[in-house]
């Protein structure tokens, strides 16, 4: 919501800021960041005060469960984590794993 003068000098003289809009919700000063939606007028200063917190985290896990393609350049504790895991599943698949039907065992044999 834009502020009237009154308001604007109010904050002015309390916190010492130029501000001249506030959050739709919450009330708090908007900076440079704010939260919009296409269609609607009113700005918010998060996700949580524009959605509310149920929506606002369903939309979290939604981006962490990012698909598609990797990224092309791994970071390099991503690069070593990766290296490791090959090692370890070609060792896996080199030494395989035998039933024990096929294992035979010494047993003592008397002459």
Same mark, same amino acid.
């Given at each position: 919501? #834009?502020?009237?003068? +009154?308001? =604007?000098?109010?904050? !002015?003289? @309390?916190? %010492?800021?130029? *501000?001249?809009?506030? $959050?739709?919700?919450?009330? #708090?000063?908007?900076? +440079?960041? =704010?939260?919009?939606? !296409?269609? @609607?007028? %009113?700005?918010? *200063?998060?996700?949580? $005060?524009?959605?509310?917190?149920?929506?606002?985290?369903?939309?979290?896990?939604?981006?962490?469960?990012?698909? %598609?393609?990797?990224?092309?350049?791994?970071?390099?504790?991503?690069?070593?984590?990766?290296?490791?895991?090959?090692?370890?599943?070609?060792?896996?698949?080199?030494?395989?794993?035998?039933?024990?039907?096929?294992?035979?065992?010494?047993?003592?044999?008397?002459?």
């Amino acid at each position: 919501m #834009k502020l009237n003068t +009154e308001q =604007r000098n109010k904050v !002015r003289e @309390e916190h %010492g800021i130029c *501000c001249n809009e506030a $959050c739709d919700r919450c009330g #708090k000063m908007l900076n +440079e960041v =704010r939260w919009t939606r !296409r269609g @609607e007028s %009113g700005e918010w *200063c998060s996700r949580e $005060c524009r959605d509310g917190l149920e929506k606002a985290q369903l939309i979290e896990v939604r981006i962490a469960i990012r698909a %598609g393609r990797p990224r092309l350049r791994l970071s390099k504790q991503d690069r070593t984590v990766r290296r490791r895991q090959q090692i370890r599943e070609a060792v896996r698949n080199h030494r395989g794993r035998r039933n024990s039907a096929d294992v035979i065992k010494n047993t003592l044999v008397s002459i």
